[in-house]
Nanobody
Framework: QVQLVESGGGLVQAGGSLRLSCVAS????????MGWYRQAPGKQRELVAR???????SYVDSVKGRFTISRDNAANTVYLQMNSLKPEDTAVYYC???????????????WGKGTLVTVSS
């Protein structure tokens, strides 16, 4: 029903920047939440940032002041601008969207396949 495609991951040195993008496609009626999670090896997946349809934003404490989440509602796209990257930011980053489709009235949870971000020392 809904497909999410992430892009923008890669290898960067500490202090560098990356911009992640996630495009949602399919029979989408509306999107409420859009966010980014990450999972490092041996660790649980954690919420990095999320943004609601009305612009309410939250971040995990470890990225505050460094990461910025934004969305383009017309394009069904969410971005994560990551600045001042640290080695501890290394993880697979997953796009997460709560969307309502034309076929189903409840909001459903959708996930992208993930994009790898590696930050070297």
């Amino acid at each position: 029903q809904v497909q999410l495609v992430e892009s923008g991951g890669g290898l960067v040195q500490a202090g560098g920047s990356l911009r992640l993008s996630c495009v949602a496609s399919g029979s989408i009626f509306s999107i409420n939440l859009m966010g980014w999670y990450r999972q490092a090896p041996g660790k649980q997946r954690e919420l990095v940032a999320r943004i609601t349809s009305i612009g309410s934003i939250s971040y995990v404490d470890s990225v505050k002041g460094r990461f910025t989440i934004s969305r383009d509602n017309a394009a069904n796209t969410v971005y994560l601008q990551m600045n001042s990257l640290k080695p501890e930011d290394t993880a697979v980053y997953y796009c997460n969207v709560w969307a309502q489709t034309y076929a189903q009235s409840p909001y459903m949870d959708y996930w992208g396949k993930g994009t790898l971000v590696t930050v070297s020392s």
